[in-house]
C-alpha cells in the first residue's frame, strides 16, 4: 500500500528537535558502555564473590556473631549488586551500597575477627578489588580514585592490626597493597577510558542528527517557499491576465471564474504545496485537455499539436507539467503578445514532452532578476520537483519551453 503523502507540518513535527535527540538518540552509546561495564563487573565479581564464599564456608563453624554479621552485611549487598548488574536496573544503587558496605565491614574487621590467626588471608581480603569495581559503577570519577587509594590502605592497615604490626607482615603487607592500588588505578582508568571514547561518539552522533535536522528544516523550508511562490504567481498572474484581456461576458465569467479559484487555492495552501495534485495514474491525454483548457481561459488563439499514441503518467507529473506549461504559455502571451503560439504535446513510450513555442522578440534567460519567479519555481524548479527536465531556448526568433518526463 502507497504510504500516505506528508503535509509540511506533519514533516515538520517528525524531525527531531535537538532536546529529542539529546535524550533519545545522542546518549545510546554511553548507554550501551554502561551495560557493558555492569556485564563485565558482574562476572567478575560473581568469581571473587564465589571464591570468598567458598572460603566463608569453609570456616563457618568457627564463626561467632560477629563475624556472621559481617558475613551477612558483606555478601548480601554483593548479591544485590550482582542481580542489578545482570537485569541492568538500579545498578548505581546496588554498587554504592555494596562499597560503603564493604568499606565498613573491613574496618570492623579487626575487632570482630580479634584473636584469629593471621597467617593465612581470610575470606573478606578477596574482595578488596569487587569494593573498587563497584565504585565504579556506583560514583563520579573522583570518588572512584578515593575509593581505590582508601579501600587498599584500609586493608593494609587492618592486615597490619591483624598481624600485631610485626616486622614480618609489612614487607607482604606493602606488596599487596601496592600491587591493589595499581589494579584499581587500571580497572578506574579503564572504565574511565571506555566512558570518555563513548561520550565522544555520542557528541558526534548529536552534532550529526543536529545538522541533519537544520538541514532537513531548511531544505522543507525553502521547498515550500518555492512551492508558495510558484503557487501565488501562476493562480495570481492567470487571473490577472485574464481579467485585463477581457472583453465580452463570457470572457468576464472566465476571469471571475479564475479568481475564484486562485482565492480557493490559496486558502489551501498547505495541501497543494505538499502534493500538488493526487498521485493516481492520469492519461497522457488529459494533459492536452488541460493545456487547451488553459488557452481557451487566456483568451489565446492558438491550437494544442497532440502527438505519439496513449498512455498513463503520475497525476503529480501530469499536474507539473500542466502548471508549468500554463505558466510559459502566459509568459507568451504577457511578453510576446502570443505571437506564433504554437503548443505541441509529444507522448513516447511512457513518457511525455510538451513544447511552447512563441515567435516574440526573446529574453535573455541569464538577466533575469532573483525575485522573477515566473520561469525559475513555476517552471524550472516545479519540473525537477517531479524528476523531469526544462529547457528555455530563446533568441530573436522567438522562444521555445520544452518541458519533459521521462519514467525512470
Same mark, same amino acid.
Request: aromatic fraction near 6%; include cysteine.
Given at each position: 500500500?502507497?504510504?500516505?503523502?506528508?503535509?509540511?507540518?506533519?514533516?515538520?513535527?517528525?524531525?527531531?528537535?535537538?532536546?529529542?535527540?539529546?535524550?533519545?538518540?545522542?546518549?545510546?552509546?554511553?548507554?550501551?558502555?554502561?551495560?557493558?561495564?555492569?556485564?563485565?563487573?558482574?562476572?567478575?565479581?560473581?568469581?571473587?564473590?564465589?571464591?570468598?564464599?567458598?572460603?566463608?564456608?569453609?570456616?563457618?563453624?568457627?564463626?561467632?556473631?560477629?563475624?556472621?554479621?559481617?558475613?551477612?552485611?558483606?555478601? &548480601?549487598?554483593?548479591?544485590?549488586?550482582?542481580?542489578?548488574?545482570?537485569?541492568?536496573?538500579?545498578?548505581?544503587?546496588?554498587?554504592?551500597?555494596?562499597?560503603?558496605?564493604?568499606?565498613?565491614?573491613?574496618?570492623?574487621?579487626?575487632?570482630?575477627?580479634?584473636?584469629?590467626?593471621?597467617?593465612?588471608?581470610?575470606?573478606?581480603?578477596?574482595?578488596?578489588?569487587?569494593?573498587?569495581? #563497584?565504585?565504579?559503577?556506583?560514583?563520579?570519577?573522583?570518588?572512584?580514585?578515593?575509593?581505590?587509594?582508601? &579501600?587498599?590502605? &584500609?586493608?593494609?592497615?587492618?592486615?597490619?592490626?591483624?598481624?600485631?604490626?610485626?616486622?614480618?607482615?609489612?614487607?607482604?603487607?606493602?606488596?599487596?597493597?601496592?600491587?591493589?592500588?595499581?589494579?584499581?588505578?587500571?580497572?578506574?582508568?579503564?572504565?574511565?577510558?571506555?566512558?570518555?571514547?563513548?561520550?565522544?561518539?555520542?557528541?558526534?552522533?548529536?552534532?550529526?542528527?543536529?545538522?541533519?535536522?537544520?538541514?532537513?528544516? #531548511?531544505?522543507?523550508?525553502?521547498?515550500?517557499?518555492?512551492?508558495?511562490?510558484?503557487?501565488?504567481?501562476?493562480?495570481?498572474?492567470?487571473?490577472?491576465?485574464?481579467?485585463?484581456?477581457?472583453?465580452?461576458?463570457?470572457?468576464?465569467?472566465?476571469?471571475?471564474?479564475?479568481?475564484?479559484?486562485?482565492?480557493?487555492?490559496?486558502?489551501?495552501?498547505?495541501?497543494?504545496?505538499?502534493?500538488?495534485?493526487?498521485?493516481?495514474?492520469?492519461?497522457?491525454?488529459?494533459?492536452?485537455?488541460?493545456?487547451?483548457?488553459?488557452?481557451?481561459?487566456?483568451?489565446?488563439?492558438?491550437?494544442?499539436?497532440?502527438?505519439?499514441?496513449?498512455?498513463?503518467?503520475?497525476?503529480?507529473?501530469?499536474?507539473?507539467?500542466?502548471?508549468?506549461?500554463?505558466?510559459?504559455?502566459?509568459?507568451?502571451?504577457?511578453? #510576446?503578445?502570443?505571437?506564433?503560439?504554437?503548443?505541441?504535446?509529444?507522448?513516447?513510450?511512457?513518457?511525455?514532452?510538451?513544447?511552447?513555442?512563441?515567435?516574440?522578440?526573446?529574453?535573455?534567460?541569464?538577466?533575469?532578476?532573483?525575485?522573477?519567479?515566473?520561469?525559475?519555481?513555476?517552471?524550472?524548479?516545479?519540473?525537477?520537483?517531479?524528476?523531469?527536465?526544462?529547457?528555455?531556448?530563446?533568441?530573436?526568433?522567438?522562444?521555445? &519551453?520544452?518541458?519533459?518526463?521521462?519514467?525512470?
Amino acid at each position: 500500500m502507497a504510504a500516505e503523502s506528508l503535509s509540511i507540518r506533519e514533516a515538520w513535527t517528525q524531525i527531531p528537535s535537538p532536546g529529542s535527540a539529546e535524550t533519545e538518540i545522542e546518549r545510546f552509546t554511553s548507554k550501551r558502555m554502561e551495560r557493558i561495564l555492569a556485564t563485565v563487573v558482574a562476572i567478575g565479581s560473581a568469581v571473587l564473590g564465589g571464591w570468598a564464599l567458598f572460603t566463608a564456608l569453609a570456616a563457618l563453624d568457627d564463626m561467632h556473631a560477629g563475624q556472621l554479621t559481617i558475613l551477612i552485611v558483606v555478601f &548480601v549487598p554483593l548479591l544485590a549488586m550482582l542481580v542489578a548488574c545482570a537485569i541492568g536496573r538500579a545498578v548505581r544503587i546496588a554498587s554504592g551500597t555494596f562499597a560503603i558496605a564493604y568499606v565498613v565491614a573491613l574496618a570492623a574487621w579487626p575487632t570482630v575477627a580479634a584473636g584469629d590467626s593471621a597467617d593465612s588471608q581470610p575470606w573478606i581480603f578477596f574482595l578488596v578489588n569487587v569494593s573498587v569495581v #563497584a565504585a565504579l559503577l556506583a560514583f563520579p570519577l573522583r570518588v572512584q580514585f578515593a575509593v581505590g587509594v582508601a &579501600v587498599p590502605l &584500609v586493608y593494609g592497615y587492618v592486615r597490619l592490626v591483624q598481624g600485631g604490626f610485626a616486622p614480618a607482615f609489612w614487607i607482604s603487607t606493602a606488596f599487596d597493597v601496592s600491587f591493589t592500588l595499581i589494579l584499581g588505578f587500571v580497572l578506574i582508568s579503564l572504565g574511565w577510558m571506555f566512558r570518555s571514547v563513548a561520550a565522544g561518539v555520542d557528541d558526534a552522533r548529536g552534532r550529526a542528527v543536529a545538522s541533519y535536522a537544520s538541514a532537513a528544516a #531548511a531544505a522543507a523550508a525553502e521547498e515550500e517557499r518555492v512551492a508558495m511562490s510558484a503557487l501565488m504567481h501562476d493562480s495570481v498572474l492567470a487571473a490577472l491576465i485574464a481579467a485585463e484581456r477581457a472583453e465580452s461576458d463570457r470572457a468576464k465569467e472566465l476571469a471571475v471564474g479564475m479568481a475564484r479559484e486562485a482565492l480557493t487555492r490559496l486558502a489551501n495552501t498547505e495541501a497543494a504545496v505538499a502534493q500538488e495534485g493526487s498521485d493516481e495514474p492520469v492519461a497522457q491525454t488529459q494533459v492536452v485537455v488541460e493545456l487547451r483548457r488553459a488557452l481557451s481561459e487566456l483568451g489565446v488563439d492558438a491550437v494544442v499539436e497532440e502527438r505519439g499514441g496513449s498512455g498513463v503518467i503520475p497525476g503529480r507529473v501530469a499536474r507539473a507539467l500542466v502548471l508549468a506549461a500554463r505558466q510559459a504559455i502566459g509568459n507568451a502571451v504577457t511578453h #510576446a503578445g502570443g505571437r506564433g503560439l504554437h503548443v505541441v504535446a509529444e507522448q513516447e513510450h511512457d513518457g511525455i514532452r510538451v513544447i511552447v513555442i512563441d515567435a516574440g522578440p526573446g529574453f535573455d534567460l541569464e538577466g533575469i532578476g532573483e525575485d522573477r519567479l515566473g520561469i525559475r519555481a513555476s517552471i524550472l524548479a516545479r519540473m525537477a520537483g517531479v524528476a523531469g527536465t526544462a529547457r528555455i531556448d530563446s533568441g530573436d526568433d522567438g522562444t521555445v &519551453v520544452t518541458l519533459e518526463w521521462m519514467p525512470s
